[in-house]
């Protein structure tokens, strides 16, 4: 059965880091395209970041050059390497798992300025 477990959000001023990690279960994980969404207060939820199979990423021009999606297929984990946050980045991020479409319950990023 596959779950995704995020975990590392929380408070930090602006120009800080936070690290994000989805941690998966389930036999297809490596098999998968994973990415990073976020979604703000009254905002549509948004793609942040993807990673395929072959380790090829893409990122929302947003967060181009300050983030850093990653995976770990032996410990099946997605990450998501924050740097340099802003308080626009303030967001539940979500994990999901783009093959099955399958998401993680989001965890709280917050940016003070």
């Known amino acids: 059965q596959v779950q995704l477990v995020e975990s590392g959000g929380g408070l930090v001023q602006a120009g800080g880091s936070l690290r994000l990690s989805c941690a998966a279960s389930?036999?297809?994980?490596?098999?998968?395209?994973m990415g990073w969404y976020r979604q703000a207060p009254g905002k549509q939820r948004e793609v942040v970041a993807t990673?395929?199979?072959?380790?090829?990423?893409s990122y929302a021009d947003s967060v181009k050059g300050r983030f850093t999606i990653s995976r770990d297929n032996a410990k099946k984990t997605l990450y998501l390497q924050m740097n340099n946050l802003k308080p626009e980045d303030t967001a539940v991020y979500y994990c999901?798992?783009?093959?099955?479409?399958?998401w993680g319950q989001g965890t709280q990023v917050t940016v003070s300025s």
């Open positions: 999901r798992n783009v093959r099955i479409d399958y």
């Open positions: 389930g036999g297809i994980f490596s098999i998968s395209t």
């Open positions: 990673i395929n199979i072959g380790g090829s990423t």
